[in-house]
Each structure stands twice: as structure tokens, then as C-alpha cells.
């Protein structure tokens, strides 16, 4: 059984993975035995991210890059794959919001969620690729959010993004289970981090509406995704693809 959740001998690129809950899938992965790339745009924090997976004896590589940039992200499978020889497991995790009624959206505003969210993800997908088809396979990771299934009044941008992000992984599992890549989405809940610490400064009551609402009556950890992207990045997962996993405390099942 242990073999089937292993990921020694595999690399794992991790956008977003200076943080939040990029940071708990990655120590998941170099947990399970994978190599991790993580990539962010803020050096500072891709440096502290290594050192912590690296403290907990994971093999880890940091690099620069912006997912909503087309060259940026050639260059940064380029290195990872310069550095490990190659890529098994993408996580497309980075991610970014911006809180307001639809109509005080700037247009650059719009852009730059979905340029982040929605095409970055696109982009990241496109680039392994080229390295997972000759290798036989690969396993792909999105990441929805609640805002994939439901609508919010200060988050229309942000809500568009991730629907299209499940739709996207639909269409592209669809496109490369002939490759054996796997693509599935996971829609966390409402996790800590400080994407949700700037929604909950701006809405106090939040936390405590949230706590409310979810089944598990509580608030979750980047931590507890790291169950489901191992899984969806191992074998145990090899005849499943396209779906949409919620890993959010029963918040989506919840009337
Ligand atoms: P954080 O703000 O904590 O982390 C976001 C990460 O994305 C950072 O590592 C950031 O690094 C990176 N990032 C943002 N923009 C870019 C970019 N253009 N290029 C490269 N990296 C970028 O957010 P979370 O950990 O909360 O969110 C992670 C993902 O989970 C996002 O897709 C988010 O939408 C999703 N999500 C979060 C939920 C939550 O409750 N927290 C709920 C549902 C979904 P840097 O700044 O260095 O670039």
C-alpha cells in the first residue's frame, strides 16, 4: 500500500510554493519523497520556503518566476528541468485576489487576476507538457477554490478565474489521458493564509462566518491539502482525471 502514495525518484514544480498553501503542498510532496521546485515571484520568501523544506530533509529548488508571463514561465521549467532532468508533478497554485463590488473593477484589476489565475495556470500546464509526454506520463494539479462552485459579491473576477480553472482541467484531462498525464483540480475551502488574512482585516466578522458555516467548525491549515495533492500526484491516483476534489471541511456539501 505505502508504494502506491510514494514519490521518491519524482520531481514536483510547485507555483506559489513560497507560502501559504503552496508551502503545505510542497512539504507534502518532500514528505512523500519527491524533489520540489518551488516557484514565486518574491525571492525572499522562495529562500525561506527552501530552507524549510530543506530543515525537514526534502530536496528543494527555488526559483524566480511570474506565471502570468509567458517567458517567465518557459524559463522557469527550463531550469528545473536543467536542475532534476525532469518533471513529474506540476501543482499550479499561485493565485491572487482582489475584493470589490464588480463594478469599482478596474480593468487592469480584472486582467491581472485573471492573467494569474486563469492563464497562468494555462501557461504553467502547457510548459510540462512538452516534458511529461515523452516521459511516458505526469500528474497535474489545479487549484479552484469555493469561488469554483459559488459566486461571491466581492470577488466576481476572482470566481470567473477559478470556474474556468475547473473547466480547463476538465478539458485538459480529456486532451492528455491519451499521455497518461493526469489533471485534476483541488478547491480548498476557506484555508489560513495570507490571502485570506487580507479578507478577513477588510471583514472582521469573517472568521467567525466561516467557522459557522463549515461542517468541521474550523478554519483549515495549508497543511491539510497535502493529503489530496499527494495522492493526486501518485500512482493511487493513475485512473483519475478531470475531477474536482473540495478539501474544505463538508463547507460545499453544506446547504
Ligand atoms: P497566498 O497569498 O498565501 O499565496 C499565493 C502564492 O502565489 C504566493 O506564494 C505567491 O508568491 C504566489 N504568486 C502569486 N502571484 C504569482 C505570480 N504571478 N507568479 C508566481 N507566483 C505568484 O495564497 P494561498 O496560499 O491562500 O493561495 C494559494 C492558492 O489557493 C491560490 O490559487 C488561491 O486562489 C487558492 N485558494 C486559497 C484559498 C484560501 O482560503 N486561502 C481558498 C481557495 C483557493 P509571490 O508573492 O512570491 O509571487
Same mark, same amino acid.
Given at each position: 500500500?505505502?508504494?502506491?502514495?510514494?514519490?521518491?525518484?519524482?520531481?514536483?514544480?510547485?507555483?506559489?510554493?513560497?507560502?501559504?498553501?503552496?508551502?503545505?503542498?510542497?512539504?507534502?510532496?518532500?514528505?512523500?519523497?519527491?524533489?520540489?521546485?518551488?516557484?514565486?515571484?518574491?525571492?525572499?520568501?522562495?529562500?525561506?520556503?527552501?530552507?524549510?523544506?530543506?530543515?525537514?530533509?526534502?530536496?528543494?529548488?527555488?526559483?524566480?518566476?511570474?506565471?502570468?508571463?509567458?517567458?517567465?514561465?518557459?524559463?522557469?521549467?527550463?531550469?528545473? !528541468?536543467?536542475?532534476? $532532468? #525532469?518533471?513529474?508533478?506540476?501543482?499550479?497554485? /499561485?493565485? &491572487?485576489?482582489? %475584493?470589490? =463590488?464588480?463594478?469599482?473593477?478596474?480593468?487592469?484589476?480584472?486582467?491581472?487576476?485573471?492573467?494569474?489565475?486563469?492563464?497562468?495556470?494555462?501557461?504553467?500546464?502547457?510548459?510540462?507538457?512538452?516534458?511529461?509526454?515523452?516521459?511516458?506520463?505526469?500528474?497535474?494539479?489545479?487549484?479552484?477554490?469555493?469561488?469554483?462552485?459559488?459566486?461571491?459579491?466581492?470577488?466576481?473576477?476572482?470566481?470567473?478565474?477559478?470556474?474556468?480553472?475547473?473547466?480547463?482541467?476538465?478539458?485538459?484531462?480529456?486532451?492528455?489521458?491519451?499521455?497518461?498525464?493526469?489533471?485534476?483540480?483541488?478547491?480548498?475551502?476557506?484555508?489560513?493564509?495570507? !490571502?485570506?488574512?487580507? $479578507? #478577513?482585516?477588510?471583514?472582521?466578522?469573517?472568521? /467567525?462566518? &466561516?467557522?459557522? %458555516?463549515? =461542517?468541521?467548525?474550523?478554519?483549515?491549515?495549508?497543511?491539510?491539502?497535502?493529503?489530496?495533492?499527494?495522492?493526486?500526484?501518485?500512482?493511487?491516483?493513475?485512473?483519475?482525471?478531470?475531477?474536482?476534489?473540495?478539501?474544505?471541511?463538508?463547507?460545499?456539501?453544506?446547504?
Amino acid at each position: 500500500m505505502t508504494g502506491l502514495f510514494d514519490l521518491k525518484g519524482r520531481v514536483a514544480l510547485v507555483t506559489g510554493g513560497n507560502g501559504g498553501i503552496g508551502l503545505g503542498i510542497a512539504k507534502g510532496f518532500a514528505a512523500a519523497g519527491a524533489a520540489v521546485v518551488i516557484a514565486g515571484r518574491n525571492a525572499e520568501k522562495n529562500a525561506a520556503a527552501r530552507a524549510e523544506i530543506e530543515a525537514l530533509g526534502g530536496k528543494a529548488l527555488a526559483l524566480e518566476a511570474d506565471i502570468a508571463d509567458e517567458a517567465s514561465v518557459a524559463d522557469m521549467v527550463k531550469d528545473a !528541468l536543467a536542475a532534476f $532532468g #525532469r518533471l513529474d508533478i506540476l501543482a499550479a497554485n /499561485a493565485g &491572487v485576489n482582489i %475584493r470589490k =463590488p464588480p463594478e469599482d473593477y478596474s480593468l487592469a484589476e480584472w486582467h491581472s487576476i485573471l492573467d494569474t489565475n486563469l492563464t497562468g495556470t494555462f501557461l504553467c500546464a502547457r510548459a510540462v507538457f512538452p516534458a511529461m509526454k515523452p516521459a511516458g506520463g505526469g500528474k497535474i494539479i489545479t487549484i479552484g477554490s469555493m469561488a469554483s462552485i459559488f459566486g461571491g459579491g466581492i470577488i466576481g473576477p476572482y470566481a470567473a478565474s477559478k470556474g474556468g480553472v475547473v473547466q480547463l482541467t476538465r478539458s485538459l484531462a480529456v486532451a492528455w489521458a491519451q499521455y497518461n498525464i493526469q489533471v485534476n483540480a483541488i478547491l480548498p475551502g476557506f484555508i489560513d493564509t495570507p !490571502l485570506t488574512r487580507g $479578507g #478577513r482585516q477588510s471583514s472582521p466578522d469573517m472568521f /467567525a462566518k &466561516v467557522t459557522e %458555516r463549515t =461542517p468541521a467548525r474550523r478554519w483549515g491549515q495549508p497543511e491539510d491539502l497535502a493529503g489530496a495533492a499527494v495522492f493526486l500526484a501518485s500512482r493511487a491516483s493513475d485512473f483519475i482525471t478531470g475531477v474536482a476534489i473540495p478539501v474544505d471541511g463538508g463547507y460545499s456539501v453544506h446547504l
